[in-house]
């Protein structure tokens, strides 16, 4: 956890040196800092929040992608070219981003997403980071932001276009829970159907004993990590 100067202008001066980019407007960066729980904790002070600019900024995030892929990636078609922006754009991509920066412990939280671990939740740091992108957008132009996005992401293109991004969704579902609570995931075979060389297995992921994903799969793992994605969907 951070020092109680949330949103003073040392913090700020702090995160633009992360990001490396320097507000002109630095309203904008603390308002894509600010979290709806934090805002609806404050009403009196009337503050914005973030999910205008992280709307904006979801959208510029996917035009730089997909311009970028376009004028790089000359011979694949449109799905090769949509599959490896996915992988980009994804929330565990952005999350990785925002905790490589730190953003966590800048961003404006009420005390029920702060006490239950909402500064390392992936959705919370995604969606951060994409309303610092909205904010660079409206500071500084399309050309910032673009310089902003392909510098925080290098790493993450180089690996989707060289098909080194593997969406492990069991490893996913597994921090993610593991940053909120103690409680046991746990995978169970519900079913199977085919033949013994064509099978197909369905399987359910508990967490504790609350039923929170299916999948199925020409494998158990193939199944477990289908069950896990459809997890994700229904705890981020």
């Known amino acids: 956890m951070y020092s109680k100067n949330y949103g003073s202008m040392e913090c700020l001066k702090e995160l633009e040196m992360k990001l490396g980019y320097q507000f002109h ?67 565990p991509s952005l999350a990785t981003c925002s905790k490589k920066m730190d953003i966590g412990k800048f961003i404006l939280l009420g005390k029920g997403e702060d006490v239950t671990g ?51 969704y069991k490893t996913h579902l597994q921090e993610l829970i593991q940053s909120e609570n103690s409680e046991k995931i746990t995978y169970e075979v519900i079913g199977e159907e085919g033949p013994d060389h064509d099978k197909v297995f369905h399987v359910h992921v508990k967490i504790g004993d609350k039923i929170v994903g299916t999948g199925s799969g020409k494998s158990k793992k193939e199944a477990e990590q289908n069950a896990a994605k459809e997890a994700l969907k229904e705890v981020l």
Not at 25 to 43: P, Q
Not at 45 to 53: D, P, S, T
């Open 118 to 168: 909402g500064r390392e939740r992936v959705s919370i740091l995604a969606d951060t980071f994409e309303a610092i992108i909205g904010a660079i957008y409206l500071d500084g132009g399309l050309e910032k932001a673009k310089h902003f996005i392909l510098e925080s992401l290098k790493d993450i293109i180089d690996d989707a276009i060289h098909g080194r991004i593997h969406q492990d």
């Open 25 to 91: 407007n630095r309203k904008l960066l603390s308002e894509s800092l600010t979290h709806s729980s934090y805002a609806n904790e404050h009403k009196k002070k009337h503050m914005k929040y973030n999910e205008r600019l992280e709307f904006l900024g979801d959208a510029v995030l996917s035009i730089v992608i997909s311009d970028y892929l376009y004028n790089h990636l000359s011979t694949l078609q449109e799905g090769e070219l949509t599959k490896i922006r996915a992988s980009i754009v994804c929330e």
